[in-house]
Every structure is written in C-alpha cells, then in structure tokens.
T-cell receptor, first 117, second 112 residues
Framework: DGGITQSPKYLFRKEGQNVTLSCEQN?????MYWYRQDPGQGLRLIYY???????QKGDIAEGYSVSREKKESFPLTVTSAQKNPTAFYLC????????????????FGPGTRLTVL | KQEVTQIPAALSVPEGENLVLNCSFT??????LQWFRQDPGKGLTSLLL?????REQTSGRLNASLDKSSGRSTLYIAASQPGDSATYLC???????????FGTGTKLQVIP
C-alpha cells in the first residue's frame, strides 16, 4: 500500500533534549512538508522540501531542523531551542511543491503527538 | 500574505440535514483550493481539490464551490450522517510562496 508513515505516534521529551520525528513516504513524491498543529490554530508550516538535498524554512522554523538525504524520507528534529514544542506534528507529501499557480493534493501521515515533560 | 478563515468554528446538526461550511481567503490569485477532513488525533484526508477553472467539484455527497472574485469557497454536505462528524479544513496556496495556508477548521458534529 502506498502512503505516508510517521513514527512514533506519541513522543515524550524532557527539557533540553533533542528528539527526531520520522516521516517516510512510498508515493514517489518529490515534495515533502512538516506542519505543526496546535489547538484552535490552523496548520503552520515548519519546513518543506521540493527535492532531495534541498529544503526551505516555513513560517515557524526556529528551533527545528530537517534533512532530505533520500526522496522517501524527511525527518524533523525538534531541538532544545524550541521553547514550546508540545504539539501535534503532521508530515505531508505531494507530487510537486505547491506554488501560487498550482497545488497538487497533499497526502498526510497519521501524525506524531509530542509532549514535553 | 494569504489568510484563510473558516466560520463557524463549530457546528452541530441533526442527522439527515444538508449543511454548508464556509471558507474565505484574502489573496484571490490562486489556481485552486483544497478541502480536507481530519478525525480526532489523526492526519488530514483530502476530500476535494477544486481548480479555479472549475466553479464546482463533486464527490459523492460532497460539493465544493470556488468564487475567486469574492474570495470564498463553500463545502456542501448533503444528507449528513454521524460518520461525517470531523473537523473540516480548507487550504489555499500562498501567493508568491511555495506553500499552502490552512484555515483553522470547522468542527462538525452530526447528531443521530
């Protein structure tokens, strides 16, 4: 089955600790995205990648880092510099990166809920 | 910068009722708009992607319309069922940026 997987489903982090959220897709999509979702707020873009070995900051990149060494993988690291990391994190992919002129449907993973202890 | 607004934030209707969810956006220079469904604690599922050249897009009991001139889109759900209970989000491309802006969603509850 084609799709996007995220792991773990739940993650707990201690203060000052870095954690990495996994995102894998087997849809052969070029573009991948990381969003953060907080109660009462829409999804906010953290980072996106249009192609392997390339990624761009989104609206709230501070305290986060990513890598795109393989087409199918786009891991997100939440660093200790992120002061309020408790949130629901969603990974998505699309055939091509969204532009103001066209948007392919984004396919979402099931999400990872991160809680800071 | 694109801003997407969805009103109401929550809606409760009896089963069988037809309903309309609203989405407004500030930057009308878009070529399409998407509607998603999100169940509690889950990811988003794409429902409809409507191109600006299409005024409407239909899938089963769902019908989405897009009016760029007024900066509005609606999602019409016919004969609502309890299984339709979820949060519905719309998303529009952010002009000049390679990304999409999401609304905060409308939480729908269909009461049996």
């Amino acid at each position: 089955d084609g799709g996007i997987t995220q792991s773990p489903k739940y993650l707990f982090r201690k203060e000052g600790q870095n954690v990495t959220l996994s995102c894998e897709q087997n849809l052969n999509h070029d573009a991948m995205y990381w969003y953060r979702q907080d109660p009462g707020q829409g999804l906010r873009l953290i980072y996106y990648s249009q192609i392997v070995n390339d990624f761009q900051k989104g609206d709230i990149a501070e305290g986060y880092s990513v890598s795109r060494e393989k087409k199918e993988s786009f891991p997100l690291t939440v660093t200790s510099a992120q002061k309020n990391p408790t949130a629901f994190y969603l990974c998505a992919s699309s055939i091509e990166a969204a532009t103001s002129f066209s948007t392919d449907t984004q396919y979402f993973g099931p999400g990872t809920r991160l809680t800071v202890l | 910068k694109q801003e997407v607004t969805q009103i109401p934030a929550a809606l409760s209707v009896p089963e069988g009722e037809n309903l309309v969810l609203n989405c407004s956006f500030t930057d009308s220079a878009i070529y399409n708009l998407q509607w998603f469904r999100q169940d509690p604690g889950k990811g988003l599922t794409s429902l409809l992607l409507i191109q600006s050249s299409q005024r409407e897009q239909t899938s089963g009991r769902l019908n989405a319309s897009l009016d760029k001139s007024s900066g509005r889109s609606t999602l019409y759900i016919a004969a609502s069922q309890p299984g339709d209970s979820a949060t519905y989000l719309c998303a529009a491309p952010s002009g000049g940026y390679q990304k999409v802006t999401f609304g905060t969603g409308t939480k729908l509850q269909v009461i049996p």
